[in-house]
């Protein structure tokens, strides 16, 4: 390299790549630093609360500590994080899965109680239990308005037993021409 200016390129070019290498390791550093003592102060925390807990339920339980491990647990606001009680080595109550199966029990049951619903209908009325009969037993018949705010259009809404409305407007029941779209859009 024998000009002036190539040299000095390759200076500035080596002496930034050093300071964006440099300034890199220390960000991820302070980062993972910073990252780590979050955690630990989460998971402290939630240590904590559960030792708080634990006395007033094992209490509460009349000492039976399977049951208020259990019960500590449910009461934990978890945030994507695990929490395990223990004693002697022995497992008493987790978060992995226990959270979880019991939304997954409640859910089912309601969906059997649901379907068992549809089908002593179905049998009490001799009919075969199809989409229609489980909508008109769960949410009721639907009755339906009718209004007319433009000649030759109608609006309508279903409204089912159980309160909820279902409009016409939020369902794509037909699509709208051009020319309609257009106009109501101008208005």
Do not use: C
């Not at 509460?60 to 945030?79: K, N, Y």
């Not at 209004?147 to 794509?172: F, I, L, Q, Y």
């Amino acid at each position: 390299m024998r000009s002036l200016r190539a040299q000095l390129t390759a200076l500035y070019l080596a002496f930034f790549t050093l300071l964006f290498a440099v300034f890199s390791v220390f960000l991820y550093g302070e980062l993972a630093r910073s990252l780590a003592s979050h955690v630990d102060g989460r998971l402290a925390s939630e240590a904590d609360t559960a030792a708080v807990l634990f006395p007033d339920e094992l209490h509460e339980m009349q000492g039976d500590e399977l049951r208020a491990a259990r019960e500590v647990i449910s009461e934990l606001q978890l945030h994507g994080d695990a929490v395990t009680i223990r004693k002697d080595g022995q497992i008493l109550a987790t978060s992995q899965r226990g959270a979880l199966d019991v939304r997954v029990r409640r859910a089912t049951r309601a969906v059997q109680g649901y379907v068992q619903r549809v089908l002593h209908s179905a049998d009490s009325q001799q009919a075969r239990a199809n989409v229609t009969l489980a909508r008109e037993v769960l949410e009721g018949a639907p009755r339906v308005v009718r209004k007319s705010s433009v000649p030759g259009r109608t609006v309508s809404v279903a409204v089912s037993s159980s309160g909820g409305v279902k409009s016409r407007e939020k369902t794509v029941w037909s699509w709208p021409t051009l020319s309609e779209r257009v106009i109501e859009e101008w208005k």
